[in-house]
């Protein structure tokens, strides 16, 4: 790990990162002419708005008794792919670690520039494009406590993890972004939820390269795994299976389906609306399995006299390859409209409050066909 001296400017590397002296660490959304590692080294783009943004943010760190400063686009050597892994790998843990994290809002102004100044300012934040990005989550949810700054480095306001204190902005943020006040202010483990509902924070987040949206979720879940930019949507995929094999949370297939989809979702865009999945341990059952032969579940079909059972799922249905399914999971007394190559078409809740979709097998999928109530196995190719 590698920080800046916020009175020289100098970088040091520290290779033991838990034992690096204390810290800041700036969280933003990358503009122009940013400045990475070989150029600040090299003293190039020091006449830019991506230099002037590590010096601001040192400046405001020293004046706060920082003494040390973290920013991704300068503290990381991104030419070489090893460093680059191991710092994304790493990134949660760093955030977590930082004595403070500085939001930098570039697209939010001092309030005498609106009209309505305070409120202006505030209409600004709520819309700011740091709330829409992927890697800005982690940001906000591994820090203890998070500083937010306008265009000219004006405090805005905090989330923090107490509860007492002034211009704290975690009802604010919870509003924003869908995510309980009670991870905000880390009452609550992240690990306490369910795969669902972490996956639906980052449901209308995005990124510059499609596999960031799965890289930038791994601390979310304490999930390491190598980097492979080139595969596309398969980086999401790698994710869920590593979830599916730590994890015994069946709201990973509680997802909304679209066409063609299989057991598992192609973004974090499927959960939206799942930010009140819960897990829930309604039957007692081996694992789900990843195999060579595609994903592999044992879930109970449901009562017989259920117009949602596996015989009626045939009957009504056109599609061979769906078949009605209970999860491990609930919204409450609610379903959800959501699903997944698991899916939810008829959805409902069971009077014991089961979570109950339709599953949906891709071509060659091989189903089981046993007359409900007795459980159903379902292998997908």
Known sequence: MRLINTTTLELHEYIDAPNAP?????????GEQEVSYEEYQAGRKRDG???????????????HG??????DTCCIDKRSSAELSEAINSMFNWYRRACICYAYLFDVKHPKHYPDGHSGMMRDFQNSAWFTRGWTLQELLAPSRVWFLSEDWTYIGHKSDSSLEPTLLNAQISAITGIPEEILGQRQRIANCSVAQRMSWAASRSTTR?????????????????LLYGEGARAFERLQAEIVGRFDDESIFAFTPY???????????RFV????????????????????????LRIPAGDSNSPFNVSSAYRSRSDAHRILLILNCTRGTMALSAGSGVGVSGQECTPQGEYVGSISGESGATMASSVAPAPCTTTLQ
């Open 210 to 226: 499609f596999e960031d949206m799965a890289y930038c979720l791994l601390g979310i879940f304490n999930i390491n795994m190598p």
């Open 22 to 30: 204390g810290y800041a660490i700036l969280s933003h959304r990358w």
């Open 259 to 269: 066409t063609n989809d299989g057991m598992l979702a192609l973004s974090p865009g």
């Open 66 to 71: 920082t003494a040390w400063m973290w920013i």
């Open 49 to 63: 708005p991506g230099y002037r943004k590590i010096t601001d943010s040192c400046a405001f760190a020293r004046q």
């Open 273 to 296: 609306g799942a930010g009140g999945v819960e897990k829930h341990i309604f039957h007692s059952r081996p694992p789900h399995v990843l195999t060579n032969r595609g994903l592999e």
